[in-house]
T-cell receptor
Framework: DAKTTQPPSMDCAEGRAANLPCNHSTISGNEYVYWYRQIHSQGPQYIIHGLKNNETNEMASLIITEDRKSSTLILPHATLRDTAVYYCIVIGGTDKLIFGTGTRLQVFP | DSGVTQTPKHLITATGQRVTLRCSPRSGDLSVYWYQQSLDQGLQFLIHYYNGEERAKGNILERFSAQQFPDLHSELNLSSLELGDSALYFC????????????FGPGTRLTVT
């Protein structure tokens, strides 16, 4: 069974915040939430990760609910270059990175 | 630009042949990971090397092998190629022995005809 559920696609207007949700209701205490993205045919790009606290870096913010059963990746000012497939990955221990189907984000002018 | 380089960018070869894909990790990174991405199977982890030693194997076929050299660059060797081996091959690197914060190269697109 997949550890995460993401909407298959989303649209966002350029300049607006893109909020990408991820459900991970079976997450265990030692598992992290990682986000990657892949722009068409390019290598995946690490964005951010968190355990239970909200995190922010130069690319994005990650909001994790208090019960850790869901999270939201926020791109504060989306640009056309943010059009990509975004992967939410729940992982811990010595698991291997598994990229599911992700959310295809289309940023439009 | 992640700092990871891969060569060649594209490779076209025939069934039964052997090819070598090369990866140079980011400066300072000791780990190299190899992945295969095909249209029908998504991104699949193949193998992980840390400082010259194999550390983990994923769904890597026996026809495939890899190594990491003292200068930390890595090569993925694919032999007895089949049509189904056509895919994008990515390598990634990280500082630590095993990390989920991996930095991916631009990939090598392999086409087997």
């Amino acid at each position: 069974d997949a550890k995460t559920t993401q909407p298959p696609s989303m649209d966002c207007a350029e300049g607006r915040a893109a909020n990408l949700p991820c459900n991970h209701s079976t997450i265990s205490g030692n598992e992290y939430v990682y986000w990657y993205r892949q722009i068409h045919s390019q290598g995946p790009q690490y964005i951010i990760h968190g355990l239970k606290n909200n995190e922010t870096n130069e690319m994005a913010s990650l909001i994790i609910t208090e019960d850790r059963k869901s999270s939201t990746l926020i791109l504060p000012h989306a640009t056309l270059r943010d059009t990509a497939v975004y992967y939410c990955i729940v992982i811990g221990g010595t698991d291997k990175l598994i990229f599911g189907t992700g959310t295809r984000l289309q940023v439009f002018p | 630009d992640s700092g990871v380089t891969q060569t060649p960018k594209h490779l076209i070869t025939a069934t039964g042949q052997r090819v070598t894909l090369r990866c140079s990790p980011r400066s300072g990174d000791l780990s190299v990971y190899w992945y295969q991405q095909s249209l029908d199977q998504g991104l699949q982890f193949l193998i992980h090397y840390y400082n010259g030693e194999e550390r983990a194997k994923g769904n890597i076929l026996e026809r495939f092998s890899a190594q990491q050299f003292p200068d930390l660059h890595s090569e993925l060797n694919l032999s007895s190629l089949e049509l189904g081996d056509s895919a994008l091959y990515f390598c990634a690197s990280s500082v630590a022995g095993w990390s989920y914060e991996q930095y991916f190269g631009p990939g090598t697109r392999l086409t087997v005809t």
